[in-house]
Antibody, heavy 119, light 107 residues
């Protein structure tokens, strides 16, 4: 069974930090680019970060650049997102997603983990 | 950044209707476009990639067309399970990937 399971979400104060994890099972991980996408309550989807299969390339949306860091451990089939200097506007459900072959969209998604930034 | 604009934002339809959703890109993206379906409380599900290729397991009533800056998602005969929100996504530029704002298909 294919599973992408995010964890690490929760309530954090503005300026605080969180580390999200995404554990992958049931599908190939090490040869695929991976992404984090977030969705604010009742709103649309926002891509925020991606990492290439061997971690040689990372990309970030302007909204999180300099505050968030994406990483992966292919041996553990896990993806991570270190989030620092969190703001109220970062409150969202965070999804990890696998990029399909040849960049053909995101073919597998986790169930999401909620991050709430509030004092 | 490439902006993606979907229309309409909300669409009211009935079971059996033919439904068309449009997605426009602010610049040419060739055929590097995907469509997703999302139901409340669930992750998005990939329906179509490369503008017109149906993802494995997706019913054939879904189809996609278009290229460059204008794209459409068509549901040939709307089924009860199809009431959801649909998003387009471009992946032409290596960074950043961008989504449309979504189209909610409601009864």
């Amino acid at each position: 069974e294919v599973q992408l399971v995010e964890s690490g979400g929760g309530l954090v104060k503005p300026g605080g930090s969180l580390r999200l994890s995404c554990a992958v099972s049931g599908l190939t991980f090490r040869t695929y680019n991976m992404h984090w996408v977030r969705q604010t309550p009742g709103k649309g989807l926002e891509w925020i970060s991606s990492i290439s299969s061997s971690s040689e390339y990372t990309f970030y949306a302007d909204s999180v650049k300099g505050r968030f860091t994406i990483s992966r451990d292919n041996a553990k089939k896990s993806l991570y997102l270190q989030m620092n200097s969190l703001r109220a506007g970062d409150t969202a459900v965070y999804y990890c997603a696998r990029e399909g072959v040849g960049g053909s969209g995101f073919d597998y998604w986790g169930q999401g983990t909620l991050v709430t930034v509030s004092s | 950044d490439i902006q993606m604009t979907q229309s309409p934002s909300t669409l009211s339809a009935s079971v059996g209707d033919r439904v068309t959703i449009t997605c426009r890109a602010s610049q040419s993206i060739s055929s590097w476009l995907a469509w997703y379906q999302q139901k409340p409380g669930k992750a998005p599900k990939l329906l179509i990639f490369d503008a017109s290729i149906l993802e494995s397991g997706v019913p054939s009533r879904f189809s996609g067309s278009g290229s460059q800056t204008e794209f459409t998602l068509t549901i040939s005969s709307l089924q009860p399970d199809d009431f959801a929100t649909y998003y387009c996504q471009q992946y032409n530029s290596y960074s950043p990937w961008t989504f449309g704002q979504g189209t909610k298909v409601e009864i």
